[in-house]
């Protein structure tokens, strides 16, 4: 498999971040619109109305802006932690799987956390009061059975040139790196620390997102060898037009993994794009989408469409199956082993629409 990982990526946003931290000229690059919870005329988080579960204790929902992309894009929850006089901020991919951030102020710029002596596995303790790790380099080790990071699957980077903070093991306190290392110092993508935190919630400083013209049902499908930082809920639609079952997979309900099945329950497969990296895939979700540019997904007015690919997450799982097409309104083909060349799919979109 042909894999990108983030530790493997150099892309442009990283470039651009070393140019502009080196010469001391860096700002937030990201406002806080780009997930969390709704607010009201006054910028005041409001809750949203079916949390689903109560908050964890010493938590409230949060408005920040992150100085970096965000790899999450749900709801934003914000805490005081008293040991390191910093503020923790969760942006979640899904209730047990979020993005780990600190700053010092709640309204203020988040940054990143990175570990020169592994891959994040002691930040849970921000997150899980009760949480140990003996063992630094096992997660688990302090009998958290459910904690994880997106480092097992080689999720994870080293941002060279950006802002953030670090430390080397549980315990220490967390130092501010004005430009981010070279070498070994990582960030992960997303942590699952025991802890799960309510999904509900629109854009922050916004509405919610269209729902998109589609009904989802809860889904039960089965997924092959996917490749995919969403670890959510999963629904399900039958699309007509193109005779199949759409699958999504959530990291948050604005941003998923997409599939296509041939039975609500059964095998649901990656799909691939012979041109492009996904763009045209957003009509199977939102049923205003339109792209007369193949290659830019905003063209038909979705300014908030996007797939994971604008940061270099896509891959060429040679040897899988999955599903394949090259332009938007064409009908799927069935890759009972996919290529070698030119067949890609992203990690996750965005299709300017919510799930469910």
Not at 113 to 127: K, M, P, T, W
Not at 142 to 154: F, N, P, Y
Not at 180 to 200: I, R
Not at 206 to 220: A, L, V
Request: hydrophobic share 30%; proline share 6%.
């Amino acid at each position: 498999m042909a894999r990108k990982t983030r530790s493997g990526r150099g892309g442009a946003w990283v470039l651009s971040l070393a140019a502009c931290a080196l010469l001391a000229a860096c700002g937030p690059i990201v406002s806080g619109g780009g997930g969390g919870e709704e607010t009201g005329d006054d910028d005041t988080p409001v809750e949203p109305g079916d949390p689903g579960q109560p908050l964890p204790e010493g938590w409230s929902y949060g408005c920040f802006e992150t100085f970096d992309e965000p790899s999450c894009d749900g709801a934003k929850y914000v805490s005081f932690n008293e040991t390191y006089q910093k503020y923790v901020g969760v942006i979640l991919c899904a209730a047990d799987r979020y993005k780990l951030y600190l700053g010092e102020s709640e309204e203020g710029v988040f940054y990143q956390i990175g570990d020169y002596a592994g891959h994040g596995q002691d930040h849970c303790e921000l997150v899980n009061p009760a949480f140990s790790i003996p063992n630094e380099d096992d997660i688990t080790s302090g009998g958290c059975q459910d904690c994880a990071t997106s480092a097992d699957a080689s999720w994870y980077a080293n941002p060279v040139g950006t802002q953030g903070y670090s430390r080397g093991v549980f315990g220490e306190g967390f130092t501010f790196e004005p430009v981010w290392p070279e070498y070994n110092l990582y960030t992960v993508d997303w942590l699952s620390c025991g802890v799960s935190f309510p999904v509900g919630g629109g854009t922050c400083g916004g509405t919610s997102p269209d729902p998109g013209g589609f009904g989802w049902s809860p889904g039960n499908f089965q997924v092959g060898g996917v490749a995919t930082p969403c670890g959510g809920d999963r629904y399900v639609r039958f699309d007509e037009e193109y005779g199949l079952y759409v699958g999504a997979i959530l990291c948050s309900p604005t941003r998923y993994k997409l599939l296509l099945g041939e039975t609500e329950d059964g095998v649901f497969h990656e799909i691939g794009d012979y041109a492009g990296h996904g763009q045209d895939h957003c009509e199977l979700v939102n049923a205003g989408f339109t792209i007369p540019d193949e290659d830019d997904i905003t063209s038909g007015g979705c300014t908030d469409c996007a797939t994971s690919a604008e940061e270099s997450w896509y891959e060429n799982p040679v040897g899988s199956q999955g599903w394949s097409r090259a332009n938007y309104g064409q009908g799927f083909s069935f890759e009972p082993v996919w290529p070698e060349y030119n067949l890609y799919t992203v990690g996750w979109y965005e299709c300017g629409a919510t799930i469910p």
